[in-house]
Each structure stands twice: as structure tokens, then as C-alpha cells.
């Protein structure tokens, strides 16, 4: 049997462009603690997709480095195996432009996710060096999350994470946030409560920012995204 392409009119192109009191990518703050402006493209054509987004951030300095922005570029396919039982397949590139990092920071990670109902569980791997972590290649992240209409229009959505940093067990901790949102016709705003319970070598927070603070510590993080 042959299967038909998908036509033009089921591709679909859209645009988003969003702040945040602080950029949390799982459980540690890549912007001090401080906002962060966001903003992505994404197209989509049957069940394939790719996209771009980016965040401003404040991590490379700290480091030493130059790059203000993380840039994401991705691609995938999702699916689904059975009726309620969905996969999402992919790629996905960390990109920090001009960053003049010893070890370099850019990462591509390759990830599967299964979904069914509410619940997503999802694995993604490190093909290259994680985050300018030296010789942590076939590093790791595991995480589950759901999605709950909690009614008026409100989503309540918690999520628990496991990041392998692979030859830095130091740098390896679990990661938990729970938020809810709520869309106004394309503006989704949201409110979340995160928390890194990152390792503390020597009595010293394993990710922390040049003021001493500790970048995984529980806070609230409230964001704005419009989508268009």
C-alpha cells in the first residue's frame, strides 16, 4: 500500500515570544536567578517537526565566556503506537555562539518520549560533551511529567527529572517543579514552584552562581508566553 503525503494544508507554522523571572532549565537557573526573554519558531508538516528557540542567560560568563544567549535547534517525529499511546522521537543542539569556552558547551542530545493520558516519560542522551562538562559524553537526563485540566481553563502540571552528568557524579542530581497555567487565548501565563536538590562537595552547592548563591535552590518562577 502506499501512503500519501501529507498536503500543504497541514503544515503548520508558529512563533513564540516569552519572558521569565528566571530561566530554570532542569532545576538550575542558567540566568543567576535573574529574567530571562525567550522566544522560538516551529513548523510542523503530518507527525514531523523542527524548531529554533532561544533565551537569554548568564551562565557562559560566569564561566568565563562570552555568549548571552542559548540558541535550540530541533527536529523529530511524533506518533502515535496505539489509540492514548504516543512517541516523540528526536534530536535536539544547545548552541552558544562565540561562547570561548575551553571545553565547548555546545551539546547535541538525541531523546524518545512515551506518552499516554495526562503522563509523558521521557529519556535524552548526550552525544557530545554535556554543558562544557569535560569527558561526559553518554551523559543523561530521565523525566516524567504530566498534564492535568484541573478545570476553568487551568493546567496543573508536576514533573520529576534525573540529570546524569557521566564521569562528574558530583555535578548528578534530581530535579522536581510542579506549575500551573492557564491560556488567555494564546497568552499562557504560569506560575511554577522548582527545586534542584544538587550535591554539596566540600559544603559547596555543585551549581552556584558568582553571587554564592546556590542556582538549584527551591523558588517560584513565574513566565509569560504568547503564541502566535
Partial sequence: AVTALPSVAQAQ???NVGATTDYRYRGISQTRLNPAVQGGID?????????????SIKWIKDAGGNADAEVDFYGGYKGEISKGLGYDVGVL??????????????TTEVYGALSFGPAT?????????????SDSKNSSYIDLSASFDVGGGFMLSPHIGYQKVKNNSDFSYTDYSIAA?????????????????????????????????????????????YAF
Wanted: positive net charge; glycine residues 14%.
Fill in 93 to 106: 543542539r544547545y548552541q552558544y555562539f562565540s561562547h570561548d569556552l575551553a571545553v565547548s558547551p555546545n
Fill in 13 to 15: 507554522l508558529s512563533f
Fill in 181 to 225: 497555567s492557564k491560556d488567555f487565548s494564546g497568552l499562557t501565563v504560569s506560575l511554577a514552584a522548582v527545586y534542584a536538590d544538587v550535591k554539596k562537595p566540600g559544603g559547596t552547592p555543585a551549581y552556584i552562581g558568582p553571587n554564592g548563591k546556590n542556582l538549584g535552590k527551591a523558588g517560584v518562577v513565574l513566565g509569560v508566553k
Fill in 121 to 133: 516519560l521521557k529519556y535524552s542522551h548526550a552525544v557530545t560533551n554535556l554543558f562544557g562538562f
Fill in 43 to 55: 513548523y510542523a508538516i503530518g507527525g514531523f517537526y523542527v524548531g529554533a528557540w532561544a533565551s
